[in-house]
């Protein structure tokens, strides 16, 4: 088991949020985010990677690590902020038992106002991306 589990990376987020005077400083520390993310294999860039529901590209891939049984998460987008939201889901969620993801819901979304401060068509984007690596995570703790 990790050190930090999905419950205390959710208060590190919230209290990294709460160091930003305004929501514009907040969007810029998550396209920062989006900035660091690990390069995406171009062969996994298929139709059935792709998340859909979302306003712009995005693919999303995981494996379970077989020494460890862990969930491996890679993902990708052609929008810089929804790189972004990916690179947060990826500090809740990469590297984790999958049991471990689906007993914890990333409810550290709407404690930090990404639901509210976000467009309706990239709010919808977040949560479906939620919804698939939950998906990935309970196909593979099944």
């Not at 050190?3 to 305004?22: G, K, W, Y």
């Not at 969007?27 to 139709?47: C, N, Q």
């Not at 914890?104 to 698939?132: C, K, Q, S």
Request: proline content about 6%.
């Amino acid at each position: 088991m990790d050190a930090v589990s999905i419950t205390n990376r959710q208060r590190e987020l919230e209290e990294e949020f709460a160091l930003f005077d305004d929501w514009r400083e907040k969007i810029e520390y998550v396209m920062d985010l989006g900035k660091a993310l690990p390069p995406f294999p171009e062969e996994a860039r298929t139709e059935g990677n792709r998340v859909h529901g979302c306003q712009s590209q995005v693919w999303m891939d995981a494996r379970i690590d077989p020494e460890t049984g862990r969930l491996r998460l890679v993902a990708d987008s052609d929008a810089i902020l929804v790189k972004g939201l990916i690179g947060l889901l990826l500090r809740l969620y990469d590297d984790r038992p999958p049991r471990e993801i689906v007993d914890n819901p990333p409810e550290v979304f709407e404690r930090i106002g990404l639901g509210r401060h976000l467009t309706p068509g990239r709010a919808n984007g977040l949560y479906e991306m939620v919804r698939r690596v939950r998906e990935l995570a309970a196909a593979q703790a099944a």
